[in-house]
C-alpha cells in the first residue's frame, strides 16, 4: 500500500467559487488566475470546472501552452507579459494576450514581426512598486503602444498592495484607484484592477470616477484566491463569510498511537511535553508533503487537525514524513480513534466536517495560498466530480 497521504481536488466547489466571484464582479468579465498550476490544484485538473470562466490568467507560456492542449480557445493573459524577446513568437502563436509593464516589452514589441497585431495591457505601477509605468510615464508608454503596427488594442490595468485590508488607516485601495483613474481618465481601452480580494470587498462598491462611471469591477476582474477557497482576507473574514467552498483536501491516516504518560516529550527537540497521560497520533504527514513545518512550534502552539471530523490539534514538531496530534480531545467525543482513521489537515472531512486551509495557515504564520502551492510532487492528488455536501 503505498503511504496513505493524499490531496483531493473538488469539483464543485471550484465551480461554486467561480460563481460567487461572478456575483462579486457584476457586469465585468472573469479571468480566472491558474498560475502556479492552479495555486497548486492543476490546470488540466480544474480546467473543467472553470472553463466557464471567460479567460484564465498566468505568467509561465508552457503553462499557456498546455491550456491551448486543452483546447481552450478564449483568451489566456500573461500577467508579467514576456521575459524576452522571442516569447513574443509564441504569443503571436498561441494567441495569447500580455502584460506591458516595461520599456524593454515595448521595444521588443516594436521589433516582432507578425501578421496579426496583438492584443496588450498596459501596466500601471499605481503604488505596489513591482511592475508597471509609473502614473506620469503611463500616458507616453501608451502612445507608443498604440502608435504600433504589432499592437491591436491596448488595455489598462493596475493591481493593489492592500485590497485585503488597510493603508496607513485608510481603505487600502484607495489612493491606487485614485492614482489610476486620474492617469487613464480619457484614454480607450478596457480596464483591469481587482484581485479576488477587491472584487469580493470593494467590486460593485467603490465606482471609478464619477457616478455614470463602471465600477470598479470595470471590464475584467482577476480572480485568483477565492476561486480556490480561500478568504482573500483571512482571518478578518473567513469563507463562511464570503460563502466560498474548500476546493482542496489534504488527507492522511492515522499510523501509529502513543500513550504518552504526564511529564513525557513528543517528537524532536523535546518541544511539547505532556501535561497529563495523553493519546497521541502519529499521522503520515510531514514537511516534505509541503506540509507547514512552523505549523507546530511549542508547548501551546498546535494547527488546528481533524481526525474522524473531529477537530483537535498538533503536538510537537512536524518532522518530515510524519506528525503528531492529540487524541484527547477525539476520545472525549465518543469517536474511536483506531490506526487508520482518518485525519484531514486542511479541506473537508469524508464525516462532513470542514477545515478551513485559511485556519492552517494562520497557525503556521503564513497565508493559504503558500500552503496550496507547496503540496510536494510525492502527494497524489485526484479530482473528486461529486458534489460536495455542506
Ligand atoms: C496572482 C494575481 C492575481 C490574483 O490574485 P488573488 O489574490 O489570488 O486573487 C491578480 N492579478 C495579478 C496581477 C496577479 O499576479
Known amino acids: 500500500m503505498p503511504r496513505p497521504i493524499q490531496a483531493t481536488v473538488h469539483f464543485a466547489a471550484l465551480r461554486h467559487n467561480l460563481q460567487r466571484c ?59 507579459g514576456c521575459f524576452e524577446p522571442r516569447d513574443l513568437e509564441v504569443c503571436s502563436r498561441l494567441n495569447l494576450w500580455h502584460v506591458v509593464h516595461c520599456e524593454e516589452q515595448i521595444e521588443w514589441l516594436s521589433r516582432h514581426k507578425t501578421h496579426t497585431p496583438h492584443k496588450v495591457f498596459l501596466k500601471m505601477n499605481s503604488g505596489m512598486n513591482r511592475l508597471g509605468f509609473r502614473p506620469a510615464a503611463f500616458r507616453a508608454a501608451w502612445a507608443r503602444l498604440q502608435a504600433l503596427p504589432q499592437v491591436d488594442e491596448v488595455g489598462l490595468m493596475t493591481h493593489f498592495s492592500d485590497a485585503d485590508g488597510q493603508r496607513f488607516g485608510r481603505e487600502g485601495i484607495a489612493h491606487q484607484v485614485e492614482a489610476f483613474v486620474a492617469a487613464t481618465a480619457d484614454l480607450p481601452g478596457e480596464r483591469t484592477l481587482c484581485n479576488s480580494a477587491a472584487t469580493l470587498r470593494h467590486a460593485l462598491r467603490v465606482r471609478l470616477g464619477d457616478e455614470h462611471a463602471p465600477a470598479l469591477a470595470a471590464d475584467w476582474v482577476r480572480a485568483g484566491i477565492a476561486l480556490y477557497g480561500s ?82 490539534r498538533l503536538v510537537g514538531r512536524v518532522s518530515m514524513d510524519m506528525l503528531a496530534v492529540d487524541l484527547t480531545p477525539v476520545e472525549a467525543n465518543g469517536v474511536p480513534c483506531q490506526l487508520g482513521a482518518e485525519v484531514v489537515l486542511w479541506g473537508r472531512s469524508a464525516y462532513g466536517t470542514v477545515l478551513p486551509i485559511d485556519e492552517v495557515a494562520q497557525a503556521a504564520g503564513t497565508i493559504a495560498y503558500e500552503l496550496m502551492c507547496a503540496v510536494a510532487p510525492r502527494v497524489p492528488i485526484t479530482a473528486d466530480e461529486e458534489a460536495p455536501h455542506r
Not at 512550534?297 to 498546535?302: A, F, K, M, R
Open 231 to 312: 478568504a482573500p482576507d483571512a482571518p478578518a473574514h473567513d469563507i463562511g463569510h464570503w460563502d466560498l467552498q474548500p476546493t482542496m483536501t489534504l488527507a492522511s491516516r492515522l499510523i501509529a498511537i502513543q500513550d504518552v504518560p504526564a511529564g513525557e516529550s513528543i517528537g524532536y527537540g523535546s518541544t511539547f511535553v505532556a501535561p497529563q497521560r495523553m493519546r497521541v497520533g502519529i499521522v503520515a504527514c510531514g514537511y516534505a508533503d509541503g506540509y507547514p513545518r512552523h505549523a507546530s512550534l511549542g508547548q501551546d502552539h498546535g494547527a488546528p487537525v481533524l481526525v474522524r471530523g473531529v477537530r483537535t
Open 22 to 80: 461572478r456575483a462579486a464582479a457584476g457586469a465585468a468579465r472573469v479571468w480566472a488566475v491558474v498560475k502556479a498550476n492552479a495555486y497548486g490544484h492543476g490546470i488540466e485538473r480544474v480546467f473543467g470546472a472553470l472553463r466557464g470562466a471567460d479567460g484564465f490568467a498566468l505568467l509561465d507560456l508552457a503553462e499557456a501552452e498546455r491550456l491551448r492542449a486543452l483546447d481552450w480557445r478564449g483568451p489566456i493573459l500573461l500577467l508579467e
